[in-house]
């Protein structure tokens, strides 16, 4: 839908609106295992929503492709993913509340493990704790230089993510990755994707090449894999385009800063899914638009781990009744994109969708899972359409047209 209709369709007041975002929730059937992992796990309390709810299947981007966590996030929250493909480094930026300037380029940064001859052994360096990431990432800011007049920064997310800032006069964001996406293969160079690019690619291909050298006495962490160069742009509230106060739940950084560019409230007191829940509880009276996000989903399906996302899963589903008891007037649960376990990876498959409000059109859904959910009411849309339909539900759009 056009944003610009919906802004004038928004009507205030109305109900309350929670996305409950089970982060790679979607699988594909390993039949070793007897099915998807949603179709594996034990989940009563999805299932008889699903039963009370219009089911379907979502498209974070579009058929057959497959979407990062920033494109499928902006999508859920109805910002087309096209319009608003914002590069990782900012996300991870804005997540931990780094202080960023229209002078500044930034790139997601993943400590690597590299073999002598430079192939990448481990993308994530074995999930090094956050405690080393932080010792490293103080030891690359105080060593790495470029040229005079560009000030070189290494932030600590968590865990083996950090961020690269570099600051100065006429920089640019078009560079592509150097992370390959997979292993046994060397890094990739940093290039530019649009001439005026080149002189930042060059300053990033010798920040990578010193890296190399002040990290390689690591024993897991001895290189770096560089990905979403991008600057720092600012975007349209969730206030201002839905007229909703909203707050998200997150306990990743990245998540964070989508939700900070999009203008909710970020809570940073939460460290796991009982506090997130309970946060939740806590909260409720005091906004309209709640996002909850759900990461071990996406990391247990990341390690090709089938059984450890079953078990994920299955912990969300005994959270449900929580969520219930605080009678949302609407309630969403799905994903932003599939990581199959079967794949250890992102993939172009869809999400299975719950919508429940007292106003939606219940269907024949009984099972909360990929299969069941293609039979339900709402059919296979893209992600980047729910948004409305949330709204729609929670009566906060009034009629088109006379």
């Known amino acids: 839908m056009d944003p610009k209709i919906l802004k004038e369709l928004v009507i205030p007041g109305g109900g309350k609106i929670v996305f409950l975002i089970l982060d790679g929730l979607g699988g594909i059937q390993m039949e070793e295992k007897g099915g998807t992992e949603l179709q594996v796990a034990r989940t009563p309390n999805l299932d008889r929503l699903a039963e009370r709810s219009s089911c379907g299947l979502l498209d ?47 790139a997601r940064m993943n400590f690597a493990t590299v073999d002598q001859a430079g192939r990448v052994v481990d993308r994530r360096a074995g999930r090094i704790a956050t405690e080393i990431n932080q010792r490293i990432c103080r030891k690359l800011s105080r060593e790495l230089q470029v040229e005079e007049g560009v000030k070189v920064m290494v932030e600590p997310v968590k865990e083996h993510r950090a961020i690269l800032v570099l600051r100065g006069e006429g920089l640019r964001g078009e560079i592509e990755d150097t992370d390959p996406e997979r292993e046994g293969v060397l890094p990739l160079d940093p290039k530019a994707a649009v001439p005026e690019a080149e002189r930042t690619a060059s300053l990033v291909g010798k920040i990578v090449a010193q890296t190399g050298k002040i990290l390689s006495a690591e024993p897991k962490a001895n290189m770096v894999l560089l990905r979403g160069f991008a600057k720092h742009t600012k975007y349209p509230s969730m206030k201002e ?40 509880t806590d909260h409720f009276s005091d906004y309209d638009f709640f996002y909850l996000h759900v990461k071990q ?35 969403v649960v799905t994903g932003d994109h599939s990581t199959p376990a079967k794949m250890a990876g992102h993939s172009w498959h869809p999400l299975p969708l719950i919508l429940h409000s007292k106003y939606c059109l219940i269907d024949a859904v009984k099972e909360f899972d990929e299969v069941s959910c293609l039979g339900g009411a709402l059919g296979r849309m893209r992600s980047v359409d729910l948004m409305p339909l949330a709204l729609a539900n929670a009566r906060r759009l009034t009629k088109f047209g006379a």
């Open 297 to 331: 989903t996406d990391s247990r399906g990341e390690d090709g781990n089938f059984d450890a996302k079953v078990a994920v899963i299955e912990e969300v589903d005994q959270y449900l009744p929580r969520v219930l008891a605080l009678k949302p007037d609407v309630l």
């Open 60 to 106: 974070p981007v579009g058929p057959g492709i497959t979407p990062g966590s920033g494109p499928a996030h902006f999508a859920l929250f109805g910002y087309d993913p096209f319009e608003y493909n914002i590069g990782r480094g900012i996300l991870e930026a804005t997540g931990i509340d780094f202080p960023l300037t229209e002078r500044d380029v930034v």
């Open 241 to 280: 385009r839905y007229g909703l106060h909203s707050l998200a739940i997150a306990t990743y950084p990245m998540y964070r800063g989508i939700s900070r560019l999009v203008g909710m409230t970020v809570l940073s007191e939460v460290h796991n899914l009982e506090e997130e829940f309970q946060a939740l």
